[in-house]
């Protein structure tokens, strides 16, 4: 991953210590980073398919190695309390067990880039999304474009959305479990249709076996 360019237009943010450790990890574990980011200052990695927890691991150890400041989205209740996996409250934004140190973990998760996002408020978690990041100058927001693990071979819309709004690069990104890589490939450009835009990224996806599926472009299995 130190093949990987960075310019004064992205984001930077060394880590003497939990970077090296990040790069440790990554080779311990077999993994790895190919292809580029664009040198532009507003970019959303798109990635597919998401059909394990162990993403969100491998992509946290990728930002920690590549020295660079990733944003990510979780639901506002991951920030302040234990993640259980069977939910005892209807409200989505309080599921878990509330404890004595939810702020702690709140000031932690913020300050690693998390975004959180209120699922049962009337504003959608897009517009949420271009609230917290309009205001930056530059950043990269990493982004799971199916939005949830499930076997469906489908993905939101919500890429589309922000990238329009917050004139960011989508750059499609496989999470590639058969070669052990994140592949950053070509970015994508927005056209005004939303329907093109995601075709266009399930094509990119086409048979890349994640850890517990592999993404068929819809119509072709």
Same mark, same amino acid.
């Given at each position: 991953?130190?093949?990987?360019? !960075?310019?004064? %237009?992205?984001?930077?943010?060394?880590?003497?210590?939990?970077?090296?450790?990040?790069?440790?990890?990554?080779?311990? @574990? %077999?993994?790895?980073?190919?292809?580029?980011? =664009? +040198? /532009?200052?507003?970019?959303?990695? &798109?990635?597919?398919?998401?059909?394990?927890?162990?993403?969100?691991?491998?992509?946290? *150890?990728?930002?920690? &190695?590549? +020295?660079?400041?990733?944003? *990510?989205?979780?639901? @506002?209740?991951?920030?302040?309390?234990?993640?259980?996996?069977? =939910? $005892?409250?209807? %409200?989505? +934004? !309080?599921?878990?067990?509330?404890?004595? *140190?939810?702020?702690?973990? #709140? /000031?932690?998760?913020?300050?690693?880039?998390?975004?959180?996002?209120?699922?049962?408020?009337?504003?959608?978690?897009?517009?949420?999304?271009?609230?917290?990041?309009?205001?930056?100058?530059? $950043?990269?927001?990493?982004?799971?474009?199916?939005?949830?693990?499930?076997? %469906?071979?489908?993905? /939101?819309?919500? $890429?589309?959305?922000?990238?329009? &709004?917050?004139? &960011?690069?989508? @750059? =499609?990104?496989?999470? +590639?479990?058969? #070669?052990?890589?994140?592949?950053?490939?070509?970015?994508?450009?927005?056209?005004?249709?939303?329907?093109?835009?995601?075709?266009?990224?399930?094509?990119?996806?086409?048979?890349?076996?994640?850890? #517990? /599926? @592999?993404?068929?472009?819809?119509?072709?299995?």
């Amino acid at each position: 991953m130190d093949h990987i360019v !960075k310019t004064e %237009n992205h984001p930077i943010k060394i880590r003497k210590f939990l970077g090296p450790l990040g790069r440790l990890i990554l080779k311990a @574990v %077999n993994w790895d980073v190919v292809g580029n980011l =664009p +040198d /532009k200052k507003r970019i959303i990695i &798109a990635s597919a398919p998401h059909s394990s927890t162990f993403d969100a691991i491998y992509a946290y *150890f990728v930002c920690l &190695a590549t +020295d660079l400041k990733f944003y *990510f989205l979780g639901s @506002v209740s991951m920030f302040t309390r234990i993640v259980v996996p069977l =939910p $005892f409250k209807k %409200n989505p +934004d !309080k599921l878990g067990i509330p404890h004595p *140190f939810g702020r702690l973990q #709140n /000031k932690v998760l913020l300050g690693f880039g998390g975004i959180p996002v209120w699922r049962a408020k009337s504003t959608g978690v897009t517009q949420q999304v271009i609230e917290q990041l309009k205001s930056k100058d530059k $950043f990269i927001l990493y982004l799971t474009v199916e939005g949830e693990m499930k076997t %469906n071979q489908t993905i /939101k819309s919500g $890429f589309h959305y922000i990238g329009k &709004a917050l004139d &960011a690069t989508i @750059v =499609p990104t496989k999470i +590639d479990y058969e #070669n052990r890589r994140f592949e950053l490939m070509e970015e994508l450009p927005l056209t005004n249709s939303v329907e093109e835009d995601k075709e266009s990224l399930m094509e990119r996806y086409h048979l890349v076996k994640g850890r #517990n /599926k @592999v993404f068929y472009k819809p119509g072709t299995k």
